[in-house]
Every structure is written in structure tokens, then in C-alpha cells.
């Protein structure tokens, strides 16, 4: 929570990506989330719980880093290239 801006996530992910330009970033959130633009568009991926109460962080979490990473896979699923 911040009194000095509007998006506290959207700045967060702003100066993350400013150090960090080429590092993909994933976020997960609930469905009633508020998605300003600068959230949108400095994550390369947004995923979203599936269950209310919040039971499937985890699996929200290993889908969303799981999707970061298969572009990175190769043909023969391991490494760049």
C-alpha cells in the first residue's frame, strides 16, 4: 500500500524491469485483481488462480513459472536453443 501511487505493483514491476530488462517476469493474481497498464505491460506473463478461497497458489505458481519458461526449451526440452 502506498499513498504515492495510483499502481504500487505497476511501479514496482516498472523499476524491476528498468535494472532488469531482459529477465522474464510472471505474476500471479485472483480474479478480481486490479490490472492497471503498467502491469500489463511491463509482465511478460499474468496468471490466475483458478479456486476461491485462494487453495491452488501453488499450482497458479508452478503454471506460471512453467509458462515463463517453455519458450526457453529446446527441442529436446532442456536448456536455450
Do not use: F, W
Not at 35 to 49: Q, S, T
Amino acid at each position: 500500500m502506498t499513498e504515492i501511487y495510483d499502481d504500487c505493483e505497476g511501479e514496482l514491476l516498472r523499476r524491476l524491469r528498468g535494472v532488469l530488462p531482459d529477465t522474464p517476469i510472471a505474476l500471479t493474481l485472483d480474479m478480481h485483481a486490479n490490472l492497471y497498464p503498467a502491469i500489463v505491460e511491463h509482465a511478460d506473463l499474468i496468471e490466475g488462480y483458478q479456486t476461491y478461497p485462494h487453495l491452488d497458489e501453488k499450482d497458479t505458481a508452478v503454471r506460471a513459472a512453467r509458462a515463463l519458461c517453455a519458450p526457453c526449451k529446446s527441442k529436446n526440452g532442456y536448456g536455450l536453443g
